[in-house]
């Protein structure tokens, strides 16, 4: 018996699938298999956050709501120390290195269009293809 894939979509991808933007059928199939998708707290207030800002709370909460279906991973000592680790390793940013290192906690695949981790193992990238603002 095949064990199931976990997944990880970064917060970029969580916010391309909820606006139904270019990118948001790559992101589908990890979204929409919530027993196999794990969740870092850090995208829940990177998403709620960026809503927000964009639309309004209730919006934002409607997003967070969707999010929590998956399992929801709390950043602990550990997480962030092998956070850190992997921010030095690979010159991550700190959000970055969070997603990431909650991905290879889980053994799960992280899906993003951050172009930060292209080419990182175990990570399904697409290109952003949303045009430049002039």
């Not at 995208?43 to 399992?71: H, N, P």
């Not at 991973?73 to 962030?80: F, H, I, K, M």
Request: glycine share 4%; aromatic share 6%; charged share 15%.
């Amino acid at each position: 018996m095949t064990a199931l894939v976990m997944n990880v979509v970064d917060s970029s991808g969580w916010l391309e699938y909820l606006a139904d933007a270019d990118n948001a059928g790559f992101f589908a199939a990890a979204i929409e298999a919530p027993s196999q998708l794990v969740v870092p707290t850090l995208s829940i207030y990177e998403v709620f956050k960026r809503i927000l800002q964009q639309r309004d709370k209730d919006a934002a909460l409607q997003a967070a709501a969707a999010m929590e279906q998956g399992t929801v991973v709390e950043l602990s000592t550990s997480l962030a120390l092998m956070a850190a680790d992997l921010s030095v390793a690979h010159s991550l940013p700190m959000a970055n290195s969070i997603i990431l290192a909650t991905a290879r906690l889980h053994g799960a695949v992280l899906w993003t269009q951050d172009a930060d981790f292209d080419g990182l193992q175990d990570v399904q990238y697409v290109r952003c293809v949303r045009k430049a603002m002039p």
